[in-house]
């Protein structure tokens, strides 16, 4: 096993006070699919959480 992403790039591992890398993702907002970007929040305070196992199959 490696350390290294899908895409070939190092993975990042965030720490505290660490910038999150730039990013762009889809959500599910008011019934519709709509991309977010996180350059739009740049200067704002933001929360970022995920559920790994979200959608999946128990």
Not at 35 to 57: A, I, V
Request: charged share 20%; no cysteine; proline share 9%.
């Amino acid at each position: 096993m490696t350390n290294q992403s899908q895409n070939g790039q190092q993975p990042f591992y965030a720490t505290r006070d660490d910038q999150a890398p730039p990013f762009s993702t889809k959500g599910f907002v008011d019934g519709e699919i709509k991309t977010f970007e996180l350059e739009q929040y740049k200067g704002k305070w933001l929360l970022l959480f995920f559920y790994p196992s979200d959608f999946t199959p128990v």
